[in-house]
């Protein structure tokens, strides 16, 4: 205790001193206390070695217990014995204010997590892919703003255009005309989410756009072909002892002899993987694959999936137009209906549009399996 008091009186002189008074203060001390610290240090030593050998001959008959267990006990009931052998070090540094704590450890698993594991997420979604190729891909565009689109058709007429008889009156030739309507309409829809979400995983929210748009083609893609397949001219071709390239390259034939200039076939995947199955059978020249790109007598043929299986359209597509009253639009809207209460947003996509199949003549609509 004496060498205790000294060594706090030392603490207190020595409080805001230079580092080299300290230096001499402590080396002073450790020579006129040599023999009261040496001292002290044995005692400590003693005192120690008496607490482990108690230790130790406590963990021997506790081994000497354990072992007289079953031998299906054993590995679990000599666990604390080993326990104290593996921390026999962090043991002997027990002393008066000083412990030590250990603990019998086991093999951990997920049951020792308590809540949910760290997670890596994929900020890009897995989404439903959107379709090859848009109606809007093959037609040109014409704008209506006022909701109508009007366009002039040539009819038969009467008379022809002939060699003259010297003397004789001149051939007359008399043109008709029709006039036709098209009346654009709304395609559209929504998708309502809270803030909370759009707050919270943004990643979900941001996607929604590109989701709205996808979806807002495949409906424009399904207006659109129901109209093509209406107004086209049917095709009077059959697959009886034929193929569907030759069907085709009959087709192109047929259009190209009334002048029209043929620019693209649309079939579905399955069909245009058929194509390329038979072509070297059938005509090798006039069926191509060159660069990703498939070719029937020189007309790129285009994969669309709003098409129907065995369904297929050559045409000259320059006689097709959307008409576009006001073009496609996504508009947000967190005050549209309840959504002010309910902290939700509204997402909405639309376009007000048609289709108008200017010269039903230029484009055949045909069926592979027709016999």
Same mark, same amino acid.
């Given at each position: ?10 603490? =207190? ?12 203060? #402590? &080396? @002073?001390?450790?020579? *006129?206390? !040599? %023999? ?33 267990? =079953? ?12 326990? #104290? &052998? @593996?921390?026999?070090? *962090?043991? !002997? %540094? ?278």
């Amino acid at each position: 205790m004496e060498l205790e008091q000294k060594l706090q009186d030392l603490a =207190s002189k020595l409080e805001g001193k230079s580092k080299e008074v300290v230096e001499t203060a #402590i &080396k @002073e001390f450790k020579a *006129e206390n !040599k %023999t009261a610290i040496e001292n002290a240090v044995k005692e400590a030593t003693e005192a120690m070695e008496v607490k482990m050998k108690a230790i130790q001959d406590h963990a021997d008959k506790l081994d000497v217990k354990l072992q007289a267990k =079953s031998v299906a006990n054993a590995p679990a009931e000599n666990l604390l014995t080993k326990t #104290i &052998k @593996e921390n026999i070090e *962090e043991i !002997k %540094t027990v002393s008066k204010g000083k412990s030590v704590q250990i603990k019998a450890v086991a093999n951990m698993t997920t049951a020792n997590l308590t809540g949910t594991a760290p997670r890596t997420f994929n900020f890009d979604i897995v989404t439903i892919p959107s379709q090859k190729v848009n109606v809007e891909d093959l037609v040109g565009v014409v704008n209506a703003d006022n909701g109508i689109y009007t366009y002039t058709v040539e009819g038969a007429g009467e008379g022809s255009i002939g060699a003259q008889t010297e003397g004789a009156a001149k051939n007359q030739r008399d043109y008709d005309f029709t006039n036709t309507d098209v009346a654009t309409n709304f395609i559209a829809g929504f998708a309502r989410y809270s803030k909370k979400m759009r707050n919270n995983l943004s990643y979900i929210a941001n996607t929604i756009p590109r989701l709205l748009q996808r979806d807002y083609y495949k409906e424009e893609n399904s207006v659109f072909n129901t109209v093509l397949a209406g107004a086209a001219t049917p095709s009077t071709e059959i697959i009886t002892s034929s193929s569907k390239s030759k069907m085709l390259i009959n087709e192109i034939g047929k259009l190209e002899n009334a002048d029209y200039d043929i620019n693209g076939i649309v079939v579905r995947p399955s069909d245009y993987l058929d194509i390329l199955k038979t072509a070297k059978q059938d005509l090798e020249s006039a069926v191509t694959y060159e660069n990703g790109i498939l070719r029937v007598a020189g007309v790129q043929v285009l994969k669309a999936t709003w098409l129907a299986a065995n369904k297929y359209y050559v045409g000259d597509w320059s006689r097709v137009n959307k008409v576009v009253t006001e073009g496609i639009s996504l508009e947000f809207s967190d005050s549209e209906g309840s959504n002010f209460v309910n902290n939700n947003i509204t997402a909405r996509i639309e376009s007000q549009v048609a289709l108008a199949v200017e010269q039903p003549l230029a484009v055949v609509y045909g069926d592979f399996t027709a016999v």
